[in-house]
Structure formats: structure tokens, C-alpha cells
């Protein structure tokens, strides 16, 4: 007879904490949109978070602001800050931690996760807010990373240039199918590459409605 753990199917780290921070949206209680959070250090989860008011503050129902068409929602508190609060409720240190969120944070989060000590950011849905100004950032941050995992399809990091050993033209093109400035990329890849990157333009152009079924 196998041996009957062989035939556990274990979910891996990255699928494990997505699906947690699924879970953890499940909570959240702004109509737009249910985003959760949960900050992980050493495979262990340390915070969490799911977009909500504040406490003992009414929820989002039938409030107009929070409408699909209409500004930010402003009731409620980001998942990722909720997950730093309550890191902070709780005496929990985030330094060195990853964050696994359900979908891209915005750029507000985005630099308070940074400067609780939040290293890598795993996310499973690319959300259109602010991505363009997250993927710029990741050039100039060290040590800072973005990963994007699908539900479908492979996995996509964004890391501060230097780690990355042997950049090509595909590295730079990543960064504009996923919304990065045209011009600062190709600035940075014609410095990095020390070639000129004539065709940075046109290639711009061709990947426009790819970069559009990626954040619709
Ligand atoms: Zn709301
Ligand atoms: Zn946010």
C-alpha cells in the first residue's frame, strides 16, 4: 500500500496565504470592492486585515461614496492598514515581513507597508489604482519586490533593478506591460543595457490592449 501522505495534495506557501487573505476579505464591508490582507514573516502569519470602517463606526451600506463611478470610498480603512493597526494593537513587529494581499495596494499602503518593514508584496489580483506609480517605485526601492500570482498563469516580480544580475530587453518589457512609465524605463533600460532601445515606443503601443485586459 503507498504511503498515504504521498497523496496529499499541500498547497504551497504563495497559494497558502492568498487563499488566506481571501478568506480574510470575506469580512470586508465596503461594497466597492472586499480586499484583505495578511502580513507573514518565517512562513508565520503576524497581521491581518480586510477593508472596513473604523471600529464602532457605521459600515459602507447605502452609502453613495462607495459606488462603483463615484470617489474613493471614505469610510473605510484599507486592508493593509488595518493589518498594520492591528500589528500595532497588538505589539507585533512587521520588519522583514511579506505582505500577501488580494489585490494590488494602493500607493498610500503601499508606502506605510514600506516603512513598517514590509519587504515583498504578493498579490493576486493586479487592481488598477496607483500600479503604474508602484511599478516605478519598485526601480528605486532596495530591496522592495512585487509579485504578482494569478489564479491563472505564471507568477510576475518586480524587483529593484540591482538585484536583478543579467537584466534583458524582456525585463524592461515587463515593466511596461504592467504599466510602467514609458519613458523612465526605456531611460533606465538604455542605461542598464547600454544600448539605445529604438523600438521602445512601438512596443508600447502593440502591448496596449494586452495592458488593458490586464487591469479591466
Ligand atoms: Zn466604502
Ligand atoms: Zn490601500
Known sequence: ????????ARKDWNEYFLDLAAMVATRGTC???QVGAVVVRDHLPLAMGYAGSMRKAPHCEGQEICKEGTSHCQRTVHAEMNAIAMAAREGVRLKDADIYTTHT???NCFKVCVNAGIRTF???????PDVKTLYN???YLDGISLVHIPEDGPARTWVYSHQ????DLNYFKDFIRFGCDL?????LAERMLGVKW???????????TEKEKIFS
Open 183 to 187: 519613458e523612465l524605463t526605456k531611460m
Open 137 to 139: 517605485a519598485c526601480f
Open 164 to 167: 536583478v544580475k543579467h537584466p
Open 1 to 8: 500500500m503507498a504511503d498515504r501522505f504521498e497523496q496529499l
Open 198 to 208: 529604438t523600438g521602445a515606443e512601438e512596443f508600447a503601443k502593440s502591448i496596449e
Open 31 to 33: 461594497e466597492r470592492l
Open 122 to 128: 504578493y498579490f493576486r489580483h493586479a487592481y488598477r
Open 105 to 107: 495596494p494602493c500607493w
